[in-house]
């Protein structure tokens, strides 16, 4: 099982990122999805979380209005569209998912300043 990150970066403040996580290894529409992220000195936290058919979303409460997460099953990859970023969204990205034991990516940086 592999879940590998991309897209994070450098971004000012009120502009737009899209993270992808590309899955592999098991069948990837049968199971759900999330993203995390981890700002330096505080513990890792949910974001945004996706059902396997992408038929029902959550958001932490920081992120809703401005964070949308999808899924493209034909792809087994997995997005976070993130608006109207904040330096508050600083922070290692990760991309999750539980299956047999909980599987984690490598983590992307994204960093929101001027």
């Known amino acids: 099982v592999q879940v590998v990150e991309s897209g994070g970066g450098l971004v000012q403040p009120g502009g737009s990122l899209r993270l992808s996580c590309a899955a592999s290894g098991f069948p990837f529409s049968r199971y759900a999805m999330s993203w995390y992220r981890q700002a330096p000195g505080k513990e890792r936290e949910l974001v945004a979380h996706?059902?396997?058919?992408?038929?029902?979303?959550n958001y932490a409460e920081s992120v809703k209005g401005r964070f949308t997460i999808s899924r493209d099953n034909a792809k087994n990859t997995v997005y976070l569209q993130m608006n109207s970023l904040k330096p508050e969204d600083t922070a290692v990205y990760y991309c999750?998912?539980?299956?047999?034991?909980?599987?984690w990516g490598q983590g992307t940086q994204v960093t929101v300043s001027s």
């Open positions: 999750y998912t539980i299956t047999l034991r909980a599987y």
């Open positions: 996706i059902t396997s058919t992408g038929g029902s979303t």
